[in-house]
T-cell receptor, first 114, second 115 residues
């Protein structure tokens, strides 16, 4: 079974703090994704990584950066957290970039910025 | 360009009655289509996927979906709803390769199952 784990289920941070969200997958998948999920807006792609050290901006990259130094780990960084980044963050991985491969999701991190 | 429309944001059914969650897509290519389910405070779990083989796809927990190219639809059905089916369901279209922008999520349908 593919397993995608996220470092925290719940996180509370203060405005202006630097925040790290970690995601680890154990199936040697090439692709990894970060989404945020907000009520009424569905899932929105923040960043995507094809492979180690490779990244691509998604639909809403502003205020975020990512790091992929190892194949199994994909980190999302909030450089200076703001209240409008309060959200549920979901990490996913996929075997390869071809369209017929499904994504596997982690349980999510609910981040509150106060 | 591709898009996905989930026609109902909320669906309510009684336990034991059929479930129908509607999804229409737009795609320039031969797409792959997926249905995911998200239970409260959980991540998304794959229910089923269509990848240009059989047009009727069976998934987990008794769900199935039929790919209808002429109607550009991929509706999710289940003959008899169970209380544990209450969750949010997402339809996803994926086409081509080479970029995550080829993945498009629907806005979700919240399924309520009444006792």
């Amino acid at each position: 079974d593919v397993k995608v784990t996220q470092s925290s289920r719940y996180l509370v941070k203060r405005t202006g703090e630097k925040v790290f969200l970690e995601c680890v997958q154990d199936m040697d998948h090439e692709n990894m994704f970060w989404y945020r999920q907000d009520p009424g807006l569905g899932l929105r792609l923040i960043y995507f990584s094809y492979d180690v050290k490779m990244k691509e901006k998604g639909d809403i990259p502003e205020g975020y950066s990512v790091s992929r130094e190892k194949k199994e780990r994909f980190s999302l960084i909030l450089e200076s957290a703001s209240t409008n980044q309060t959200s549920m963050y979901l990490c996913a991985s996929r075997y390869r970039t071809d369209s017929f491969y499904e994504q596997y999701f982690g349980p999510g991190t609910r981040l509150t910025v106060t | 360009a591709q898009s996905v429309t989930q026609l109902d944001s909320h669906v309510s059914v009684s336990e034991g009655t059929p479930v129908l969650l509607r999804c229409n897509y737009s795609s320039s290519y031969s797409p792959s289509l997926f249905w995911y389910v998200q239970h409260p405070n959980k991540g998304l779990q794959l229910l089923l996927k269509y990848t240009s083989a059989a047009t009727l796809v069976k998934g987990i927990n008794g769900f199935e979906a039929e790919f209808k190219k002429s109607e550009t639809s991929f509706h999710l059905t289940k003959p008899s709803a169970h209380m544990s089916d209450a969750a949010e369901y997402f339809c996803v279209v994926s086409e081509g390769s080479g970029s995550a922008r080829q993945l498009t999520f629907g806005s979700g349908t919240q399924l309520t199952v009444l006792p």
